[in-house]
Antibody
Framework: QVQLQESGPGLVKPSETLSLTCTVS????????WSWIRQPPGEGLEWIGCIYNTGTTYYNPSLKSRLTISVDTSKRQVSLKLSSVTAADTAVYYCARNFGVLNYYDSWGQGTLVTVSS | EVVLTQSPATLSLSPGERATLSCRASQSVSSHVAWYQQKPGQAPRLVIYDASNRATGIPDRFSGRGSGTDFTLTISNLEPEDFAVYYC?????????FGGGTKVEIK
């Protein structure tokens, strides 16, 4: 059974960098694309970006200038860094496995709430 | 960018009834639409992909149809565990977009 577990600080100060890690178990890390998706409290879903084991990344243009997604296959981890955060970046952040090569998401982590506040 | 408009925003139904959810795209997305179910405090769950294919483990009371700009998710014979928010999502454009969601609540 695929399990994804997000981890990282729940509180980040404005202008600082949000850093999250997703640890994968029960699935090959190298055979799939891995995505980050966020959901502001009470709102809908926004796709952030994804990565393949080769390091190939695809980013949401609205976040691209602030975003870095990386993968460490030896640790079975996918990481997200979002710089210069503001209150608008407050959200539940999910990591998710892409459904094959398609941009659908068939396995999700439980999500982690990150609040941007001083 | 494509905009996905879901309607209605809220659907109030009783267990055993049929739910019909709509997702309309601002431009054609072929059949490249998925539907997700999200319960409070939980991550979304893939229900339907490519408009009409049920994901693994999804019961056959869930069905999807549509192509181009108009898509429908139907839940026949609602079970108590089906009351949730449902999101559509397209993969035909970059970046992939989600609709605003339809809440299926108990009447």
């Amino acid at each position: 059974q695929v399990q994804l577990q997000e981890s990282g600080p729940g509180l980040v100060k404005p202008s600082e960098t949000l850093s999250l890690t997703c640890t994968v178990s029960g699935s090959s890390v190298t055979a799939y694309y891995w995505s980050w998706i966020r959901q502001p409290p009470g709102e809908g879903l926004e796709w952030i970006g994804c990565i393949y084991n080769t390091g190939t990344t695809y980013y949401n243009p609205s976040l691209k200038s602030r975003l870095t997604i990386s993968v460490d296959t030896s640790k079975r981890q996918v990481s997200l860094k979002l710089s210069s955060v503001t209150a608008a970046d407050t959200a539940v952040y999910y990591c998710a496995r892409n459904f094959g090569v398609l941009n659908y998401y068939d396995s999700w982590g439980q999500g982690t709430l990150v609040t941007v506040s001083s | 960018e494509v905009v996905l408009t879901q309607s209605p925003a809220t659907l109030s139904l009783s267990p055993g009834e049929r739910a019909t959810l709509s997702c309309r795209a601002s431009q054609s997305v072929s059949s490249h639409v998925a539907w997700y179910q999200q319960k409070p405090g939980q991550a979304p769950r893939l229900v339907i992909y490519d408009a009409s294919n049920r994901a693994t483990g999804i019961p056959d009371r869930f069905s999807g149809r549509g192509s181009g700009t108009d898509f429908t998710l139907t839940i026949s014979n609602l079970e108590p565990e089906d009351f949730a928010v449902y999101y559509c999502q397209e993969r035909d454009n970059w970046p992939p977009f989600f609709g605003g969601g339809t809440k299926v609540e108990i009447k």
